[in-house]
């Protein structure tokens, strides 16, 4: 079973902020919260992960609540190339489970 | 950063026969790789892991003796569709989890896939 709960899609329009939540109130103490990206035909794409502080890198930002609990990814400037489903899995020492992703969809 | 590629990318083939798809790390060795399968507008199901050098092991409902996994060398590892069928047609996709010390935790890195149609 998939640990983590998240929107089937969510609407941006280009250049706008996007927060995609995704909810883990499973998560242990040791699990890592991985986020990917899968466009369409291809195989999915690492985006960011953290443990439990915020973490930002070149792609996007990530928040964690304070009891880890649920999380965000935040994408600073969606463009059209960011349309893609968005997958929040959880990762520790079993075998990580995908689950529907968030599909968004970039209007221009 | 780490790369993982699949061969063919997409093949066609008849009712009953096999069809064998490969997936490498280029520039990394992997410990585990996972073969998913991915039928349009649902999410990656796990079909198997694999270690090198030993058996894979097979999620529930996965038939070993069709989907015949191989894991030969801490590069490569192939995966056999044998006596394909219609309802076989997928996105199959392979992952390579990295020998690494430090760099990401848990870190798997995807293959572009494989689309498998069988007619």
């Known amino acids: 079973d998939a640990k983590t709960t998240q929107p089937n899609s969510m609407e941006s329009n280009e250049e706008e902020p996007v927060h995609l939540p995704c909810n883990h109130s499973t998560i242990s103490g040791t699990d890592y919260i991985h986020w990917y990206r899968q466009l369409p035909s291809q195989g999915p794409e690492y985006v960011i992960h953290?443990?439990?502080s915020n973490v930002n890198n070149r792609m996007a930002s990530l928040a964690i609540a304070e009891d880890r609990k649920s999380s965000t990814l935040i994408l600073h400037r969606a463009t059209l190339r960011d349309a893609a489903v968005y997958y929040c899995?959880?990762?520790?020492?079993?075998?990580?489970?995908f689950g529907r992703g968030t599909s968004l969809i970039v209007h221009p | 950063g780490a790369v993982v590629s699949q061969h063919p990318s997409w093949v066609i083939c008849k009712s009953g026969t096999s069809v064998k798809i490969e997936c490498r790390s280029l520039?990394?060795?992997?410990?585990?790789m996972f073969w998913y399968r991915q039928f349009p507008k649902q999410s990656l199901m796990l079909m198997a892991t694999s270690n090198e050098g030993s058996k894979a092991t097979y999620e529930q409902g996965v038939e070993k003796d069709k989907f015949l996994i191989n894991h030969a060398s801490l590069t490569l590892s192939t995966l056999t569709v044998t006596s394909a069928h219609p309802e076989d047609s997928s996105f199959y996709i392979c992952?390579?989890?990295?020998?690494?010390?430090?760099?990401?935790?848990?870190?798997?890195?995807f293959g572009p896939g494989t689309r498998l149609t069988v007619t």
């Open positions: 899995i959880l990762k520790g020492s079993y075998i990580p489970t």
């Open positions: 520039d990394f060795q992997a410990t585990t």
């Open positions: 992952s390579a989890r990295a020998i690494t010390v430090g760099g990401i935790p848990y870190e798997q890195y």
């Open positions: 953290g443990l439990t």
